[in-house]
């Protein structure tokens, strides 16, 4: 990857080229993986307005970025992931299984991060090589460095993903993470998931530059801006990025996507978002635009999608079923995990 140049990358489901490393197994997996993500995320944010979980914050919309990037993750091995408080998607499709994701947003004994004891879905799960332990907008940007730091200290591979919005490329830590990570040429990925919006703050009263991939030149490291919403192009440009990064240091990815829902469940967006804007970014939602591209390259038939919809909806419906009527954590565990005075 040439140095401190920002540019547009072509949309790889309009080209209709599918990557030669990729096979139909692969793609028709994770079709199947976003398919479920869409609807456990659908049916979360149904059981907040039943009061059954207390907040989410939903990744509908984000789910060809944070996909994307998890199968280069996964292609090559070797990578470990700080995913933000949006990429539900993104730890769920990483290998957690629907009963787990419910029971972490219910707040239930057999949450895999935190055993029902945090945010959802918040905190270390290690045998997936995750961490995600803050709920604070940019926080993960300088615990990914210094993990990242820590992996070429000791000799190791490892190429670090670290996700975060828009609104958080605003904070100082981005800043103090990227100056650090380029002074000691880091194995690490900044992908910033921009949806235009912090919170209710739209991109133009953020910040005086149209890409936030423009700012990687600032630190002398190359950044690139995507169309987050195309599942093959992302997966491409994060495949490129990690082989960029273990050989010469930072990369930032900006994956422009669209928030389809509002900030979280205690958020009204239609106070600051106009009418039609949702419903013009549906328009290029990513689980329709991939799967009428694998039902064009012949890797998925009308018939598997309808099926790949109904086995999801089935997952979810038992999963819900599970978690609700599973028991909070025991009290006697009320010490355990925490650190002692």
């Given at each position: 990857?040439?140095?401190?140049?920002?540019?547009?990358?072509?949309?790889?489901?309009a080209?209709?080229?599918?990557?030669?490393?990729?096979?139909?197994?692969?793609?028709?997996?994770?079709?199947?993986?976003?398919?479920?993500?869409?609807?456990?995320?659908?049916?979360?944010?149904?059981?907040?307005?039943?009061?059954?979980?207390?907040?989410?914050?939903?990744?509908?919309?984000?789910?060809?970025?944070?996909?994307?990037?998890?199968?280069?993750?996964?292609?090559?091995?070797?990578?470990?992931?700080?995913?933000y408080?949006?990429?539900?998607?993104?730890?769920?499709?990483?290998g957690?299984?629907?009963?787990?994701?419910?029971?972490?947003?219910?707040?239930?004994?057999?949450?895999?991060?935190?055993?029902?004891?945090?945010?959802?879905?918040?905190?270390?799960?290690?045998?997936?090589?995750?961490?995600?332990?803050?709920?604070?907008?940019?926080?993960?940007?300088?615990?990914?460095?210094?993990?990242?730091?820590?992996?070429?200290?000791?000799?190791?591979?490892?190429?670090v993903?670290?996700?975060?919005?828009?609104?958080?490329?605003?904070?100082?830590?981005?800043?103090?993470?990227?100056?650090?990570?380029?002074?000691?040429?880091?194995?690490?990925?900044?992908?910033?998931?921009?949806?235009?919006?912090?919170?209710?703050?739209?991109?133009?009263?953020?910040?005086?530059?149209?890409?936030?991939?423009?700012?990687?030149?600032?630190?002398?490291?190359?950044?690139f801006?995507?169309?987050?919403?195309?599942?093959?192009g992302?997966?491409?440009?994060?495949?490129?990025?990690?082989?960029?990064?273990?050989a010469?240091?930072?990369?930032?990815?900006?994956?422009?996507?669209?928030?389809?829902?509002?900030?979280?469940?205690?958020?009204?967006?239609?106070?600051?978002?106009?009418?039609?804007?949702?419903?013009?970014?549906?328009?290029?939602?990513?689980?329709?635009?991939?799967?009428?591209?694998?039902?064009?390259?012949?890797?998925?038939?009308?018939?598997?999608?309808?099926?790949?919809?109904?086995?999801?909806?089935?997952?979810?419906?038992?999963?819900?079923?599970?978690?609700?009527?599973?028991?909070?954590?025991?009290?006697?565990?009320?010490?355990?995990?925490?650190?002692?005075?």
């Amino acid at each position: 990857m040439p140095p401190r140049k920002s540019r547009a990358r072509g949309n790889g489901a309009a080209d209709g080229a599918l990557p030669a490393n990729l096979s139909g197994d692969d793609l028709a997996d994770y079709y199947r993986r976003m398919a479920l993500c869409r609807a456990i995320d659908e049916r979360i944010w149904a059981l907040n307005r039943q009061g059954k979980v207390p907040i989410a914050a939903s990744s509908q919309g984000h789910e060809a970025a944070q996909l994307g990037s998890l199968l280069a993750a996964e292609k090559d091995g070797d990578c470990f992931l700080f995913p933000y408080y949006r990429d539900l998607a993104l730890k769920f499709a990483a290998g957690i299984t629907a009963e787990e994701v419910m029971r972490s947003f219910m707040g239930k004994a057999g949450d895999p991060y935190s055993n029902g004891r945090q945010f959802p879905l918040q905190g270390a799960d290690l045998p997936r090589k995750i961490i995600q332990i803050s709920n604070v907008v940019a926080a993960g940007l300088t615990q990914s460095v210094g993990y990242a730091l820590a992996c070429k200290m000791r000799g190791e591979q490892t190429v670090v993903l670290v996700y975060f919005g828009d609104g958080a490329s605003s904070q100082g830590e981005t800043h103090e993470a990227m100056n650090f990570a380029a002074v000691h040429k880091l194995p690490v990925i900044f992908i910033c998931e921009n949806n235009r919006y912090a919170i209710s703050v739209p991109q133009r009263k953020q910040m005086g530059v149209e890409e936030v991939a423009s700012r990687a030149a600032g630190y002398g490291f190359p950044g690139f801006a995507i169309d987050g919403m195309d599942f093959i192009g992302c997966y491409e440009a994060t495949r490129e990025a990690i082989n960029s990064a273990r050989a010469q240091g930072p990369v930032l990815l900006e994956m422009k996507v669209e928030r389809f829902m509002s900030h979280t469940t205690d958020d009204d967006d239609r106070r600051y978002r106009p009418p039609d804007e949702v419903t013009q970014a549906r328009q290029r939602d990513p689980l329709i635009t991939f799967g009428n591209l694998l039902l064009e390259q012949g890797v998925l038939t009308q018939e598997q999608i309808d099926h790949a919809a109904a086995d999801a909806l089935a997952a979810v419906d038992a999963a819900t079923d599970a978690a609700d009527n599973a028991s909070p954590p025991d009290v006697s565990t009320l010490h355990q995990m925490v650190y002692s005075g």
